[in-house]
């Protein structure tokens, strides 16, 4: 019988609803650190460009007027279809997490439950925000106060090293829950469940622009991120050296910049699944009206 040839697979970025390959044409091997075969190339991920990087934010700044504008309601539905799709591909998940080397087969099974549930949890979010974080205010004076929530605008992710899917969903999801459009960057050591989370998106119906992803080295990305005037919030964990660059870049042009411990698990439901998670991406609107008489 013919031997056959394994099938090694070559993973792309994700721009506006597209899947192309990287404008530099560089791939990188993705190696299973988990397999007694010692680092065999598991895939092969793009290496994504400062122009992609530059497409990404132009897909995500035409989209993102429209998906602010959408309801909560719907946005929530959305968020909520794209759990139903990883909990689907809930054994293929739980793979590319444990050939990571990082945690044994249990482990990932429950990071991918725990990245699930966060994702339902954020669907959730959608539609109550404003009620939870917005309102009236009291004022002394014949006025009416009240607050409203809006979403920054384009926002761009530089996910966890630590939690490669669990990270990823819960430092990109509170964005497009409140109506950021997203670039997001995965992992860069396991960056595989991110992209089969890109993967689902399609299939979700989140619109084209509204999540991009870009695998690549962090070191050429985060330079330009930080220096992108178009960008209007970053999250990111980041090691000491990239967070100085990030907060020196920014600083020329005063994007909102949350910096998260890279050594976060982001396991604290009471912390992660509340109203602070979406602090950097989301702005408060308040208008002052007159008592009429």
Same mark, same amino acid.
């Given at each position: 019988?013919? *031997?056959?040839?394994?099938?090694?697979?070559?993973?792309?970025?994700?721009?506006?609803?597209?899947?192309?390959?990287?404008?530099?044409?560089?791939?990188?091997?993705?190696?299973?650190?988990? +397999?007694?075969?010692?680092?065999?190339?598991?895939?092969?991920?793009? *290496?994504?460009?400062?122009?992609?990087?530059? #497409?990404?934010?132009?897909?995500?700044?035409?989209?993102?007027?429209?998906?602010?504008?959408?309801?909560?309601?719907?946005?929530?539905?959305?968020?909520?279809? &794209?759990?139903?799709?990883?909990?689907?591909?809930?054994?293929?998940?739980?793979? +590319?997490?444990?050939?990571?080397?990082?945690?044994?087969?249990?482990?990932?099974?429950?990071?991918?439950?725990?990245?699930?549930?966060?994702? &339902? +949890?954020?669907?959730?979010?959608? #539609?109550?925000?404003?009620?939870?974080?917005?309102?009236?205010?009291?004022?002394?004076?014949?006025?009416?106060?009240?607050?409203?929530?809006?979403?920054?605008?384009?926002a761009v992710v530089v996910a966890s090293e630590q939690a490669s899917l669990l990270g990823f969903l819960t430092m990109t999801l509170p964005a497009l829950a409140c109506g950021c459009a997203v670039i997001a960057i995965p992992s860069e050591k396991e960056p595989i469940p991110a992209l089969i989370v890109a993967e689902c998106a399609p299939s979700a119906d989140i619109p084209q622009g509204v999540l991009n992803v870009l695998t690549g080295l962090r070191a050429e990305l985060v330079p330009a991120i930080a220096g992108?005037?178009?960008?209007?919030?970053?999250?990111? +964990?980041?090691?000491?050296?990239?967070?100085?660059?990030? *907060?020196?870049?920014?600083?020329?042009? &005063?994007?909102?910049?949350?910096?998260?411990?890279?050594?976060?698990?982001?396991?604290?439901?009471? &912390?992660?699944?509340?109203?602070?998670?979406?602090?950097?991406?989301?702005?408060?609107?308040?208008?002052?009206?007159?008592?009429?008489?």
């Open positions: 019988m013919t *031997q056959r040839n394994d099938i090694t697979k070559t993973w792309k970025l994700f721009i506006g609803g597209a899947f192309p390959r990287s404008e530099s044409g560089r791939v990188a091997p993705v190696t299973d650190i988990a +397999s007694r075969s010692g680092g065999k190339a598991l895939a092969y991920i793009a *290496q994504a460009s400062r122009k992609d990087l530059r #497409d990404a934010v132009e897909a995500a700044r035409g989209a993102q007027e429209k998906w602010a504008a959408s309801s909560g309601y719907l946005r929530g539905q959305i968020i909520y279809r &794209l759990a139903e799709l990883l909990d689907g591909r809930r054994e293929e998940l739980v793979e +590319s997490v444990r050939m990571s080397g990082r945690l044994g087969k249990g482990r990932a099974r429950t990071e991918v439950e725990i990245a699930i549930d966060r994702t &339902l +949890s954020f669907a959730g979010w959608c #539609d109550k925000l404003d009620s939870v974080s917005g309102g009236r205010n009291p004022v002394a004076g014949p006025f009416h106060c009240f607050s409203q929530i809006e979403a920054s605008g384009v992108h005037r178009d960008i209007d919030a970053v999250v990111a +964990s980041l090691e000491p050296e990239l967070a100085t660059i990030m *907060q020196l870049g920014v600083s020329e042009n &005063l994007k909102r910049v949350r910096l998260i411990d890279p050594s976060e698990r982001f396991l604290d439901d009471a &912390l992660w699944s509340s109203p602070r998670a979406f602090q950097t991406v989301t702005e408060v609107k308040t208008v002052w009206h007159t008592v009429g008489t």
